[in-house]
């Protein structure tokens, strides 16, 4: 029987080293002085796996909210988690959109 292929996610440090930038949170909307950080989905559906994380296609979170995200504070539900993350890679996006860095990340 033929091996299947190694999932391979896509990976780009200038997305996620562009939450440096971001002026906030983008679920609580809390001022980035240093503490928003790309967060990856935990959806296997996404490419999260053991020890291997999702596609670099993150939502820029403050330490909360990615706690929130990952399911270590909060006692949400996997579909409360995975709607609110993917709301906040929504608006990641549209803010790299909208803010011109992914001209600087393409």
């Not at 002085?33 to 796996?49: L, T």
């Not at 820029?60 to 993917?86: K, Q």
Request: charged content about 20%; aromatic content about 4%.
């Amino acid at each position: 029987m033929p091996a299947h292929p190694k999932h391979v996610s896509y990976r780009n440090p200038k997305i996620l080293g562009a939450a440096r930038v971001a002026p906030h949170c983008m679920r609580c909307g809390v001022h980035n002085e240093g503490q928003v950080v790309p967060c990856h989905s935990n959806a296997i559906r996404h490419g999260h796996g053991a020890g291997h994380k999702a596609h670099d296609l993150p939502a820029y979170l403050c330490g909360a909210c990615h706690d929130l995200v990952d399911r270590r504070a909060g006692g949400l539900s996997r579909e409360e988690s995975e709607r609110i993350f993917l709301e906040a890679v929504y608006e990641t996006m549209l803010w790299l959109l909208e803010s011109g860095q992914m001209k600087e990340i393409a």
